[in-house]
């Protein structure tokens, strides 16, 4: 028989999951795993009864990276983008970028707080300083 | 000892199309870094009967290439590691060799990236969850471990420069290179900073080119124009695809490829006369001496200081000029296996590295994601 289908697919879960402005990720019922990115089964023991949790939301830069770009037609300064690596207290690491923190001021180690950005459907996990966010 | 130690041998080489080939597909000059590959061994199209094929630009890239050449292979072997690919094909066609599955075995690429494209082609799929940080892939994976390899090991920007000079060292003495003006730390130093902390001196080169490798059982390795060049271990390892899933950005999966190797081998590190190590960027060379065993975790930097790696230091690294100086076409891999044969036929030229009877090929994949280690020697070390 068909594998039954959960209701909806991770992806969309996490989308819905999010909207209430906080990070939420999956934890696996049965080796209490944390996880990130979303998926349909426990990247840890292959366990398919995983739940959301809201998590606390705060983690530490593990890594970071600043693409520097020439300057804009116009403009003097080169443009700067900078990506970090997060740390989630919970355990799993993602992507993400720290929108409000000029790119010399981000340090390895730095605690940071999550902060959900975008639009519905769309949304994605930001960080700021961790005083900053309270 | 596994039954493909010895169980297989480059018999041939080729390359095309090297720096820039406008006008030509990668198909084109794939085709003729195969028939270089192929006649200086002796052989011929019809005698090939095994395909190891993948690159960027086709969907279905041992079917195109089959098609191209006119072969009709018995086995074919698409396996898309990434740039890691050709170094995993070693082992695979060792193994298919044994099998019996085919009797001459053909690793090739081609890519046109420089005059086709004019730029590095991403994949077509990259991680849900890293794309909306717009990631400049793959240079931010490997800044990220570079960056976090400097905070957690004190590795400075000076050893990364390191790593650019010696491999623009040897380039000097392999006209085939790309880039041959000298080159000194201060240079890669005061060089454009593209991703912080890496330099425009620190990232690989973008060109043209194609490469082939041909390999038989050594029974008919041993009756080939050209001195065979033995397989004697590889092995592979991956963990991840997005850099963000990586457990440890300073410890790659080659620390699982390279111990498979080198114990299908029955070698050491110490063992080795020469290295190739796909060297995207500087930092991938220090993470694969650490990762590989030739220095402790966290040393690589002070390990590649004063010239040790560079053209008369103590460990030869990269004597083709690697993808940083010598070229490199999007995937780099085959181009270890290349080299690595040229060094251990004593044909290479004014960068032959005297006496050389064992040489490691390690490949890299995607970013940081896939790793493949390939030990060859000379008859004398079977
Ligand atoms: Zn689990």
Redesign the pocket.
Known sequence: MNHPLPETGPDRQFQSHVADGHLWIQH?S????AIFHPRVL?P????LALEWRRASGRGTVYSRADLIQKPKPGETEPRHHALVLVDLDEGPRMMSRLPDVAPEEIRIGMRVQARIAGDPGEYAVVFDPEEAAE | MSGLRGGAAIVGVGTAGLGEAPGFTAMDIQALAVRQALDEAGLALSDVDGLFCANMSHTFPAISTLEYLGLRPRWIDGTNTGGSSFVGYATSAAMALQAGLCDVALICYGATMRSGAGRMVPAAEQPTYEIPHKPRYPMTAYAMAAARHMAEFGTTREQLAEVAVAARGWAQKNPDAFERDPLSIEDVLASRMVMEPLTLRDCCLLTDGAGAVVMTRPDRARDLAQTPVYFLGGGVASYNRAVSEMPDLTTTAAKDSGARAFAMAGLRPSDMDVLQLYDAFTINVILFLEDLGFCAKGDGGSFVSGGRIAPGGALPVNTNGGGLSFTHPGMYGVFTLIEAARQLRGAAGARQVPGAATALCHGNGITLSHQATAIFGRAETL
């Open positions: 696996c049965d080796c209490g795993g426990c840890h023991c292959g366990s």
